[in-house]
């Protein structure tokens, strides 16, 4: 299934860029974009207990759809998460305990935007985009803590789900090397609709639910 996934969105990706090579109309580059994650619980008896700082970094491209606009997209692998507070059973013969999750999930994401922007004023260009992110669990890890005792699980992935999909919003400025070349600076804003729980919290008889998002600052150079 994994692979299938991986498979469709890299085609989705890859289909426009190779048009806009025929059309000279490509830009690519490179980002790194430290971040600040949380999640958002939608279950009752769970709880938010704060962010984590997260790290993104990967292939940005553009490709030019009109003199002001592009469709921009790339292949980003997105070190986000969160914290979450809840009572879990950790044992048949125990009481329910108040447990907090620090989530640290990664995934591949294939950004799928529209990109706007304005003439060159000075040596600035500024762009605003909008469109959807289409991300798969590559890793989900945790650290647990309750009753003063912290346990590190390095794999979680029986209670993250594979797929995230999210709305991603951006600002930001390219600074002209000269030519294609840029420097990139922005804000974007990615915020996820869909789960990325599942399984049973036995504690509240329900399936939990909870959605991922994240603020980065993104950095990049553009050719």
């Not at 430290?34 to 939608?42: G, Q, R, T």
């Not at 009572?87 to 529209?114: F, G, H, K, W």
């Not at 030519?179 to 919290?201: E, I, M, P, S």
Request: aromatic share 12%.
């Amino acid at each position: 299934m994994k692979k299938l996934l991986l498979s469709v969105l890299l085609v989705a990706m890859l289909a426009p860029m190779a048009l806009a090579v025929d059309m000279g109309g490509f830009r690519f580059g490179l980002k790194a974009s430290p971040s600040v994650a949380w999640m958002k619980p939608e279950t009752s008896g769970y709880e938010p207990d704060g962010v984590r700082i997260g790290f993104s970094y990967g292939f940005i491209s553009d490709v030019a759809l009109g003199d002001f606009y592009s469709f921009s997209t790339g292949l980003n692998i997105n070190i986000i998460g969160g914290k979450l507070l809840y009572p879990e059973i950790l044992a048949p013969t125990e009481p329910a305990v108040t447990l907090s999750r620090n989530y640290n999930l990664q995934y591949l994401e294939i950004p799928l935007t529209i990109k706007m922007h304005t003439q060159e004023i000075g040596y600035l260009t500024y762009y605003g985009r909008f469109g959807f992110g289409a991300g798969v669990n590559l890793r989900s890890k945790s650290k647990d803590s309750y009753n003063n005792v912290t346990i590190e699980q390095d794999d979680i992935k029986g209670d993250t789900r594979l797929f995230r999909a999210s709305l991603i919003v951006g600002l930001g400025v390219e600074y002209s090397l000269g030519g294609k070349t840029a420097l990139v600076g922005g804000v974007t804003f990615n915020n996820g609709f869909t789960n990325v729980l599942k399984g049973t919290n036995e504690a509240l008889n329900r399936k939990p639910s909870a959605i991922n998002n994240f603020l980065e600052l993104t950095l990049g150079i553009m050719f």
